[in-house]
């Protein structure tokens, strides 16, 4: 993991300000044990918890899988991001302003600047939508007529843009940003014969759309009853800040319960979703009126492990079930498709229904594969006749194989989806394998079921540690526990007394930071370890060792060692003297010499009497 730019201060800061049983409280339920918080680990499938956070060295650590590191570590892994975007979130949600190089302080500039003009746009919209006269139709619009309620409206911040050409362009709240900062974060639109601008929305109930911290990126815009405008629905134009194929409306809203779930369901339209969040199903998005797209789901992965469409029954065609497969075939996540009773909107199942009757449905969803085959024998009358099943068999696996060359498919999960199939059409899978004509035996993918004879890689193998791993262990843990004792026993210990890689490593960088610092910086550390050195100084780390016990523990790692020294030290002195009885000692020294060497390791006091004799 590398430092922020230039800037390695920032990582600092900003863990220096964040509670880190806090941040992991918000996705993990944790309970006190000891020094420690436990809950079952967010990163994989447990029933007893083992996931610990250790507060007062600010650290997680699952002994499950094996995970751990700070509170940036577990923004990255719980999101899904790479080290510079959890910084960031992390710095603003602790009120933070980075510290940042020219260049990217130019570019951090110029978002800043569309984001405040969104936000006065958002609440200019806002009180639009409140004014007594011009928004009273609006108001009548999504209140009575749509069924919000006031606290789901101020929620989702719905707002109402009027017919007004330039409304919002010559509203005092714009005044503070210049005309290029409105036409870039697409809030107007430049007039052809002068230099004026007008409103991009007009005559529109207005969705502010927000990135999963919060923060307005962009608009979406509902027409009024009545209009005669050409598009239903506007969205705000590709901007820095957000582009249609990559932004899912109330993510931010959503994620909480997502997390929870571990299940995204996503409906078309904005007011689904709003509609969704007021009976309690917080669980649900929408993908801003386009297909579902790999950024989409990337960015949904993030916080789920099985994402839900939820399909109109006239919209849930062909082309819909072919880009569910593809997507299932390509991505990490589970996808499975629902589809709405004849004739109800998402927004009318839970209107008539409550959200019993909404879940119901979501409950029902099926893999999007057996989506697809569903679709096919539909078209070919149920394909119950021995033609029409050929046909419908012929149409499905020609789908699936556009499917898997859309993109680059995943073997085990190609694999998975032939098990699935198989019993859908009647074929083994070494028929559809010749179906789909492999070019070799050795690329054929393999047909196993997830989890079924395969290692549980989330269980650790467990060792059964030698003297010399426990005495290694003995002195870290204690000298990250009580770093002062450095100055009483750091002359009876060496990097040389650690023997595996990954254990030297970490006494290397203890050993340095005492002798220069006086104290172990663990975030340093943590980022100067890499692989097995770094997952090694997480599990000791994790160990609960008090401060009453630590000099006990490096007395006796101490004296191991000098055990050690001592006997590999007779063992050479032994054979060189052997050796001596047919020639000159491999060392040069003479018999006494070796003699006298040996009578003083038999004298060498032990380190636990403190050098007395």
Same mark, same amino acid.
């Given at each position: 993991?590398?430092?922020?730019?230039?800037?390695?201060?920032?990582?600092?800061?900003?863990?220096?300000?964040?509670?880190?049983?806090?941040?992991?409280?918000?996705?993990?339920?944790?309970?006190?044990?000891?020094?420690?918080?436990?809950?079952?680990?967010?990163?994989?499938?447990?029933?007893?918890?083992?996931?610990?956070?250790?507060?007062?060295?600010?650290?997680?650590?699952?002994?499950?899988?094996?995970?751990?590191?700070?509170?940036?570590?577990?923004?990255?892994?719980? $999101?899904?991001?790479?080290?510079?975007?959890?910084?960031?979130?992390?710095?603003?949600?602790?009120?933070?302003?980075?510290?940042?190089?020219?260049?990217?302080?130019?570019?951090?500039?110029?978002?800043?600047?569309?984001?405040?003009?969104?936000?006065?746009?958002?609440?200019?919209?806002?009180?639009?939508?409140?004014?007594?006269?011009?928004? =009273?139709?609006?108001?009548?619009?999504?209140?009575?007529?749509?069924?919000?309620?006031?606290?789901?409206?101020?929620?989702?911040?719905?707002?109402?843009?009027?017919?007004?050409?330039?409304?919002? !362009?010559?509203?005092?709240?714009?005044?503070?940003?210049?005309?290029? #900062?409105?036409?870039?974060?697409?809030?107007?639109?430049?007039?052809?014969?002068?230099?004026?601008?007008? $409103?991009?929305?007009?005559?529109?109930?207005?969705?502010?759309?927000?990135?999963?911290?919060?923060?307005?990126?962009?608009?979406?815009?509902? #027409?009024?009853?009545?209009?005669?405008?050409?598009?239903?629905?506007?969205?705000?134009?590709?901007?820095?800040?957000?582009?249609?194929?990559?932004?899912?409306?109330?993510?931010?809203?959503? @994620?909480?319960?997502?997390?929870?779930?571990?299940?995204?369901?996503? #409906?078309?339209?904005?007011?689904?979703?709003?509609?969704?969040?007021?009976?309690?199903?917080?669980?649900?998005?929408?993908?801003?009126?386009?297909?579902?797209?790999?950024?989409?789901? =990337?960015?949904? @992965?993030?916080?789920?492990?099985?994402?839900?469409?939820?399909?109109?029954?006239?919209?849930?065609? $062909?082309?819909?079930?072919?880009?569910?497969?593809?997507?299932?075939?390509?991505?990490?996540?589970?996808?499975?498709v629902a589809t709405l009773p004849d004739g109800l909107d998402p927004d009318e199942v839970l209107l008539k229904q409550g959200k019993a009757g909404f879940e119901s449905v979501i409950s029902s969803a099926i893999p999007a594969v057996d989506f697809m085959w569903k679709r096919?024998?539909?078209?070919?009358?149920?394909?119950?006749?021995?033609?029409?099943? !050929?046909?419908?068999?012929?149409?499905?696996?020609?789908?699936?194989?556009?499917?898997?060359?859309?993109?680059?498919?995943?073997?085990?999960?190609?694999?998975?989806?032939?098990?699935?199939?198989?019993?859908?059409?009647?074929?083994?899978? =070494?028929?559809?394998?010749? @179906?789909? !004509?492999?070019?070799?035996?050795?690329?054929?993918?393999?047909?196993?079921?997830?989890?079924?004879?395969?290692?549980?890689?989330?269980?650790?193998?467990?060792?059964? =540690?030698?003297?010399?791993?426990?005495?290694?262990?003995?002195?870290?843990?204690?000298?990250?526990?009580?770093?002062?004792?450095?100055?009483?026993?750091?002359?009876?210990?060496?990097?040389?007394?650690?023997?595996?890689?990954?254990?030297? !490593?970490?006494?290397?960088?203890?050993?340095?930071?005492?002798?220069?610092?006086?104290? #172990?910086?663990?975030?340093?550390?943590?980022?100067?370890?890499?692989?097995?050195?770094? $997952?090694?100084?997480?599990?000791?780390?994790?160990?609960?060792?008090?401060q009453a016990d630590a000099k006990k523990l490096l007395t006796d790692g101490a004296t191991f060692f000098q055990n050690e020294r001592d006997r590999r030290e007779q063992s050479r002195l032994t054979q060189n003297l052997r050796q001596t009885t047919t020639g000159e000692s491999?060392s040069g020294e003479s018999p006494v010499e070796l003699l006298r060497k040996l009578q003083e390791q038999a004298r060498r006091p032990d380190v636990r009497r403190g050098g007395g004799g």
């Amino acid at each position: 993991m590398a430092a922020s730019g230039n800037f390695p201060d920032n990582r600092q800061r900003v863990l220096d300000a964040v509670n880190l049983v806090k941040l992991v409280g918000n996705t993990v339920a944790l309970k006190r044990r000891g020094n420690s918080y436990v809950g079952l680990c967010p990163f994989h499938n447990e029933k007893t918890p083992s996931f610990n956070v250790i507060e007062s060295k600010g650290i997680f650590k699952c002994f499950g899988c094996n995970k751990g590191g700070n509170a940036i570590d577990f923004v990255m892994l719980r $999101d899904r991001v790479d080290f510079l975007a959890a910084l960031e979130l992390l710095a603003r949600e602790s009120g933070i302003d980075l510290i940042r190089s020219p260049r990217s302080a130019q570019t951090a500039t110029i978002k800043q600047q569309l984001l405040d003009a969104n936000s006065a746009a958002c609440r200019f919209f806002e009180r639009t939508l409140a004014d007594a006269t011009i928004g =009273q139709a609006a108001r009548e619009y999504l209140y009575v007529k749509r069924g919000f309620d006031l606290e789901t409206a101020s929620r989702f911040r719905l707002g109402y843009a009027s017919e007004a050409w330039e409304a919002l !362009a010559r509203s005092s709240m714009m005044k503070p940003f210049p005309k290029d #900062v409105l036409l870039q974060a697409g809030l107007v639109k430049p007039r052809e014969q002068d230099q004026s601008v007008y $409103d991009t929305f007009r005559e529109r109930v207005i969705f502010p759309i927000r990135d999963e911290g919060g923060r307005v990126i962009a608009f979406g815009g509902r #027409v009024m009853p009545g209009s005669d405008a050409p598009a239903k629905y506007l969205n705000s134009p590709e901007t820095p800040l957000f582009s249609k194929s990559r932004c899912v409306f109330g993510i931010d809203l959503a @994620r909480q319960r997502i997390i929870e779930t571990r299940t995204a369901v996503i #409906v078309e339209g904005y007011t689904d979703v709003v509609m969704a969040h007021q009976f309690g199903c917080t669980n649900v998005v929408s993908v801003l009126g386009t297909a579902l797209t790999e950024q989409h789901v =990337q960015l949904l @992965r993030r916080f789920a492990d099985k994402i839900v469409l939820l399909f109109d029954a006239d919209a849930a065609g $062909d082309t819909a079930a072919d880009r569910s497969v593809e997507l299932f075939l390509s991505q990490p996540i589970e996808i499975e498709v629902a589809t709405l009773p004849d004739g109800l909107d998402p927004d009318e199942v839970l209107l008539k229904q409550g959200k019993a009757g909404f879940e119901s449905v979501i409950s029902s969803a099926i893999p999007a594969v057996d989506f697809m085959w569903k679709r096919m024998t539909q078209q070919f009358k149920g394909a119950t006749d021995t033609t029409n099943k !050929a046909q419908a068999i012929d149409q499905f696996l020609s789908r699936l194989s556009g499917a898997k060359a859309s993109g680059n498919i995943d073997e085990l999960r190609w694999g998975q989806t032939l098990t699935r199939v198989a019993p859908l059409t009647g074929l083994t899978i =070494q028929q559809l394998n010749r @179906r789909f !004509a492999r070019p070799s035996q050795s690329n054929r993918p393999v047909v196993q079921s997830a989890g079924v004879g395969a290692p549980d890689s989330a269980v650790p193998k467990v060792d059964r =540690q030698s003297g010399q791993e426990r005495a290694e262990r003995w002195v870290l843990s204690a000298l990250f526990a009580e770093g002062a004792l450095w100055g009483e026993f750091g002359h009876l210990l060496t990097v040389d007394d650690f023997q595996s890689a990954r254990s030297t !490593a970490v006494a290397a960088f203890v050993f340095g930071q005492l002798r220069g610092e006086g104290e #172990v910086n663990i975030h340093d550390m943590l980022e100067v370890l890499t692989g097995e050195s770094r $997952d090694y100084a997480l599990d000791v780390l994790a160990g609960d060792v008090a401060q009453a016990d630590a000099k006990k523990l490096l007395t006796d790692g101490a004296t191991f060692f000098q055990n050690e020294r001592d006997r590999r030290e007779q063992s050479r002195l032994t054979q060189n003297l052997r050796q001596t009885t047919t020639g000159e000692s491999p060392s040069g020294e003479s018999p006494v010499e070796l003699l006298r060497k040996l009578q003083e390791q038999a004298r060498r006091p032990d380190v636990r009497r403190g050098g007395g004799g």
